[in-house]
């Protein structure tokens, strides 16, 4: 007999094209994830957190390969436009939220990158960026082609570059320092911006009372190979915290790596997951998992490979 599998789709933000106020983002159209978990719904039987535990530790024996949907960075999005596709077809999606972003009002760099690329167009961003470092005394680093490559497949050569430097290379204080002097100057207060972009408590309960499990994706997104040990067991600590104190109790919280490729954490940070008792972890490694395979670098494909 073919050994079974679990197929883990990986969403970020979907959005309905005419309530969009941001079309140049880079998201799923509502329109067409609802026509992908349709088909998926055809070919795999919809995996729950249950089913995913019991299928890992050789428990559970599907019928058919499993498929399990999960969305990252705990956006408006989910709530609107996904919650309500899922509930009515009886499936259950994983959702991992940002803590820091939700309890603090604030948004996180990568979510800058984001919106001041699709509200300026990458070359005017870019530029932008390049100018106020030069004025800062901030040097651009020297990227691996291949590594930006390999961490943004979807993106063109000077994108993925500019992204890699801007996620993983440059020093986070003097980033931020200019990240966020441009985000204002374009969208002006952060804090009403992260309440529209994210989750609020009240919604991430409402989609819990809809059958959906939530998740921790850090408190301040940063890639967790960066942090010394005293940050990382702060970061994650204090995801933990928040999520037991404004989340309903579930038998099960799994967790979500930024970024998520294999060199953006280390064993150490996974020890520290299973001290907290996550009971999974998501990478964003490309592949597909089998019973036995390691509960703490699950594989995922993501959404535009999922057809």
Same mark, same amino acid.
């Given at each position: 007999?073919?050994? =079974?599998?679990? %197929?883990?789709?990986?969403?970020?933000?979907?959005? %309905?094209?005419?309530?969009?106020?941001?079309?140049?983002?880079?998201?799923?159209?509502?329109?067409?994830?609802? /026509?992908?978990?349709?088909?998926?719904?055809? @070919?795999?039987?919809?995996?729950?957190?249950?089913?995913? +535990?019991?299928?890992?530790?050789?428990?559970?024996? #599907?019928?058919? #390969? +499993?498929?399990?949907?999960?969305?990252? &960075?705990?956006?408006?999005?989910?709530?609107?436009?996904?919650?309500?596709?899922? *509930?009515?077809?009886?499936?259950?999606?994983?959702?991992?939220?940002?803590?820091?972003?939700?309890?603090?009002?604030?948004?996180?760099?990568?979510?800058?990158?984001?919106?001041? %690329? !699709?509200? +300026?167009?990458?070359?005017?961003?870019?530029?932008?960026?390049? @100018?106020?470092?030069?004025? $800062?005394?901030? !040097?651009?680093?020297?990227?691996?082609?291949?590594?930006? *490559?390999?961490?943004?497949?979807?993106?063109?050569?000077?994108?993925?570059?500019?992204?890699?430097?801007?996620?993983?290379?440059?020093?986070?204080?003097? @980033? &931020?320092?200019?990240?966020?002097?441009?985000?204002?100057?374009?969208?002006? &207060?952060?804090?009403?911006?992260? @309440?529209?972009?994210?989750? =609020?408590?009240?919604?991430?309960?409402?989609? /819990?009372?809809?059958?959906?499990?939530?998740?921790?994706?850090?408190?301040?997104? /940063?890639?967790?190979?960066?942090?010394?040990?005293?940050?990382?067991?702060?970061?994650?600590?204090? $995801?933990?915290?928040? +999520?037991?104190?404004?989340?309903?109790?579930? #038998?099960?919280?799994?967790? =979500?790596?930024?970024?998520?490729?294999?060199?953006?954490?280390?064993?150490?940070?996974?020890?520290?997951?299973?001290?907290?008792?996550? $009971?999974?972890?998501?990478? %964003?490694?490309?592949?597909?998992?089998? *019973?036995? =395979?390691?509960?703490? *670098?699950? /594989?995922?494909?993501?959404?535009?490979?999922?057809?």
């Amino acid at each position: 007999m073919e050994q =079974s599998t679990l %197929t883990v789709v990986m969403y970020h933000y979907v959005r %309905t094209a005419p309530r969009n106020p941001f079309p140049a983002l880079k998201s799923m159209d509502t329109d067409a994830f609802v /026509q992908q978990v349709t088909d998926l719904a055809t @070919r795999y039987e919809m995996a729950t957190m249950d089913s995913t +535990l019991a299928f890992l530790e050789g428990e559970y024996h #599907p019928r058919r #390969p +499993l498929c399990l949907l999960t969305f990252d &960075d705990g956006v408006q999005d989910h709530y609107r436009e996904v919650g309500p596709v899922l *509930a009515e077809r009886g499936i259950q999606g994983l959702f991992f939220l940002v803590t820091g972003c939700m309890e603090e009002g604030v948004v996180a760099a990568v979510h800058k990158n984001h919106f001041l %690329t !699709a509200g +300026l167009g990458f070359p005017e961003w870019r530029r932008r960026f390049f @100018r106020r470092a030069r004025t $800062c005394g901030l !040097a651009m680093p020297v990227v691996d082609p291949g590594a930006a *490559a390999r961490t943004y497949p979807w993106d063109t050569a000077k994108v993925a570059e500019f992204k890699y430097a801007f996620n993983f290379e440059l020093p986070a204080i003097e @980033r &931020d320092a200019i990240v966020d002097e441009l985000f204002i100057e374009e969208f002006g &207060d952060e804090s009403a911006f992260a @309440r529209q972009l994210y989750l =609020s408590w009240e919604e991430a309960r409402q989609m /819990q009372c809809d059958g959906m499990v939530l998740g921790g994706h850090t408190h301040r997104h /940063q890639p967790l190979a960066s942090l010394n040990a005293a940050e990382l067991r702060s970061d994650l600590n204090e $995801c933990r915290r928040i +999520l037991d104190l404004r989340l309903r109790p579930q #038998p099960f919280t799994p967790f =979500s790596y930024p970024y998520g490729k294999r060199d953006s954490f280390t064993g150490e940070a996974v020890r520290r997951l299973r001290e907290l008792n996550f $009971c999974c972890a998501f990478s %964003t490694e490309v592949g597909r998992n089998q *019973a036995g =395979s390691d509960r703490y *670098a699950l /594989q995922r494909v993501d959404c535009k490979q999922a057809a």
